[in-house]
């Protein structure tokens, strides 16, 4: 029958209230009191009543009897809308039970109801009890539009990820996704979803297996691509499926740089800029590339060049050129940090652009990149950056009050000035005075493992061992993770030739911790050498050098090299150290050393 006409202030009331569960009656009003017109509507007196007191318990805190007269509307009409209010009282008031309980009403009314689907899912998994979420999943993945089915197979890792037993989880996928593993529509999604959840569940091996079959199905698709990326450095076999990516689709921006990061993060400088000055080659208008091929030239004490890639940047991005590339390629599941806005990646830049022309000793130049700086959030690095020009000119204490004077707006500000006046000192190579400074930060922030760090390392430069040994010790008790740590007192003991096992175990621990990091490498090729493994040391030293291409690691490669007999090569590597940074401390000492002309 029709639904009842109501005029006044009341009905406009009780309309309300249906249109929250879903409905709006079919009503309207000619102005002037014309007769109303009155359509045909689904919603007779019974339920028409039925919803307004379900409404009215859940508004005066009834939430069980509003749950309970919802539900049996719902199954007397069978409308979705209904079912669906149902369930979101019971989810308001906390009852996951009841809530699942109305789901399972719902698909019995509703079978092909891709809503009731998600939310059964999404409350098993909600209530832990996700083997149980197999059927509806499998159901789910079959009833969704096609358009829609690969969105929906990619939020699979985020949907289950709260679930604690991951192996589980990935054989239910397995199960669910296996339709859709040889379809050229959903292959690559499902592939990278399955590699995605066997490698949470610490199977790198099996996920490994599947992004190398989804890629070679099909060499263009990317979700095979990032998946390999997230198992780098951990699983360096799936790098050949990034590489095979790139070959097919060189121009994929995104990807490299993705792959630039991956490559930056292991500090594999030297790969990362090949791939960037590709990627500028391609695409010089891009601008995020130069900014980061300035940062990794400076990295790489190649200030000349840094210079100029910092240029181009700040060129393009002043210039109205795009200033970050679109996330649309970041995993699925994954947490990328937000690209910088404009204002931040140029500060960035002329940060950068100073220290670079502080590295060139042009001064001027480095001052007049900072005066661009107007971001009071980073006016600590300014100050230091301005500090370490004037240091190098001979004016330590001005430096020193420069930093002292910024002001400090949090405990956050006064650690982080106390840091940069040891960093300033440190660079300055008075050691002694910046342990003083972190001897007097440490008093005001006790057991801040990056205090008692710097400081150990500031007793080691003063050869007091005990101490610089006694503090690292209370860093691996306070963060037993802290690789940095276990790598400085194995390299320091074997600096020293003393306690080498025991250095080769610390050192083996950092590499664990932080695998194929080049300078805890290096650590343990040193250690190796002092142990008498030349064979060994070379294997090692090689691949840090790889790697990374530091002054302090070819100073060491170099003189297993020489202790090997191969004193040609030794030299060439020497040459190549020197060429990056010809004041480096190591370099210098192993040259004079060993008595070498270069």
Do not use: C
């Amino acid at each position: 029958m029709p639904a009842p006409v109501f005029r006044s202030g009341r009905a406009r009331v009780l309309a309300a209230l249906l249109a929250s569960a879903g409905f709006a009656p079919g009503i309207s009003a000619q102005a002037n009191d014309a007769p109303s017109v009155v359509e045909k509507s689904s919603l007779d007196a019974n339920l028409f009543y039925q919803l307004l007191i379900g409404e009215i318990e859940l508004r005066s805190g009834e939430a069980g009897t509003a749950y309970q007269v919802m539900l049996e509307a719902a199954k007397r009409t069978g409308n979705e809308q209904i079912f669906k209010r149902a369930t979101e009282i019971a989810l308001q008031a906390r009852a996951g039970e009841q809530a699942l309980a109305a789901v399972v009403a719902w698909r019995a009314a509703v079978p092909d109801s891709i809503d009731a689907l998600r939310y059964q899912v999404q409350l098993l998994l909600a209530l832990n009890r996700p083997s149980e979420s197999a059927e509806p999943l499998a159901a789910l993945l079959a009833a969704a539009p096609a358009a829609q089915r690969p969105l929906l197979i990619a939020s699979l890792p985020r949907l289950y990820a709260r679930s604690t037993d991951r192996r589980s989880t990935a054989e239910l996928l397995e199960k669910a996704l296996q339709p859709y593993l040889d379809d050229p529509a959903t292959r690559s999604v499902a592939g990278s979803t399955l590699g995605r959840s066997w490698l949470a569940a610490l199977e790198p091996g099996k996920a490994l297996e599947i992004a190398r079959r989804t890629h070679e199905a099909d060499r263009t698709a990317e979700g095979p691509a990032l998946l390999a990326l997230e198992m780098l450095p951990g699983t360096p076999e799936a790098e050949s499926i990034v590489t095979g990516y790139l070959a097919e689709r060189p121009g994929d921006a995104n990807m490299r740089l993705l792959y630039v990061r991956n490559l930056a993060a292991s500090q594999r400088y030297a790969e990362a800029v090949t791939q960037l000055e590709e990627l500028t080659r391609r695409d010089p208008q891009l601008a995020p590339p130069w900014l980061t091929l300035g940062a990794l030239r400076l990295e790489m004490h190649q200030p000349a060049e840094a210079t100029e890639a910092l240029k181009r940047y700040v060129e393009l991005v002043q210039g109205g050129s795009p200033v970050v590339v679109g996330a649309a390629s970041a995993p699925e599941g994954s947490a990328e940090e937000s690209p910088p806005t404009t204002g931040e990646a140029l500060t960035q830049a002329w940060l950068l652009l100073a220290q670079a022309a502080e590295a060139q000793r042009d001064y001027a130049a480095a001052e007049g990149w900072l005066a661009r700086i107007d971001n009071p959030q980073r006016a600590l690095e300014v100050q230091l950056r301005r500090a370490s020009i004037l240091a190098r000119q001979g004016r330590l204490p001005e430096a020193r009050e420069l930093i002292r004077r910024v002001p400090e707006q949090s405990e956050t500000d006064a650690r982080a000035k106390l840091l940069a006046e040891a960093q300033l000192l440190r660079e300055q190579k008075d050691w002694r005075q910046a342990e003083q400074v972190l001897a007097q930060a440490n008093q005001r922030f006790p057991d801040d493992v990056d205090l008692l760090y710097e400081q150990a390392m500031m007793a080691e430069k003063s050869d007091r061992l005990g101490e610089m040994e006694t503090l690292l010790r209370r860093v691996i008790e306070l963060k037993p993770d802290h690789h940095h740590a276990y790598n400085a007192l194995g390299y320091s003991l074997a600096e020293r030739n003393m306690r080498l096992p025991e250095a080769r175990e610390l050192i083996r621990k950092a590499l664990e911790l932080s695998p194929g990091e080049p300078f805890i490498t290096d650590s343990l090729g040193w250690v190796e050498y002092r142990l008498g493994n030349l064979e060994e040391a070379l294997r090692l030293l090689r691949a840090a050098y790889r790697t990374r291409s530091d002054p302090e690691i070819a100073a060491h490669l170099g003189e297993v090299l020489w202790a090997n007999g191969q004193t040609e090569e030794a030299r060439r590597i020497w040459r190549e150290g020197r060429s990056k940074d010809s004041s480096n401390d190591v370099l210098k000492e192993t040259l004079a050393r060993l008595r070498v002309e270069l």
